[in-house]
């Protein structure tokens, strides 16, 4: 069993930043795809950030504002948001995947399915 925690949420306006957490505990190692995903009130649950183990795959509508991290010593992961819009306001979710010997990059590893582990969010809300 995996648990993820999320926290860093918040309140900011536009052109804003905040920074996520995710602590990781449980059955950690480095064979499980990880990142972060947010969804938006009446809109599909949608990836934000994939380690790829080296790389990360980032949602086109974030690339250049958003960067995720990852410290292995405390099993945490982190998504810096800059430059927030108010097309970020949504629920962040962290999440993995059970161990797999596919690559992380692959375009599968960009939609929720393959996740089953989840946090239990951290809201973003940007105003204008």
């Known amino acids: 069993q995996v648990q993820l925690v999320e926290s860093g949420g918040g309140s900011v306006q536009a052109g804003g930043s905040l920074r996520l957490s995710c602590a990781a505990s449980?059955?950690?190692?480095?064979?499980?795809?990880m990142g972060w995903f947010r969804q938006a009130p009446g809109k599909e649950r949608e990836r934000v950030a994939i380690?790829?183990?080296?790389?990360?795959g980032y949602a086109d509508s974030v690339k250049g504002r958003f960067a995720l991290s990852r410290d292995n010593t405390e099993n945490t992961l982190y998504l810096q948001m800059n430059s927030l819009k108010p097309e970020d306001t949504a629920m962040y979710y962290c999440?993995?995947?059970?161990?797999?010997?596919?690559?992380?990059?692959?375009?599968?590893?960009?939609?929720?399915?393959?996740?089953?582990?989840w946090g239990q969010g951290t809201q973003v809300t940007v105003s204008s």
């Open positions: 999440a993995a995947t059970r161990p797999t010997l596919s690559h992380c990059s692959d375009s599968y590893f960009s939609t929720a399915a393959p996740y089953i582990y």
């Open positions: 449980g059955n950690i190692n480095n064979n499980r795809c």
């Open positions: 380690d790829s183990g080296g790389s990360t």
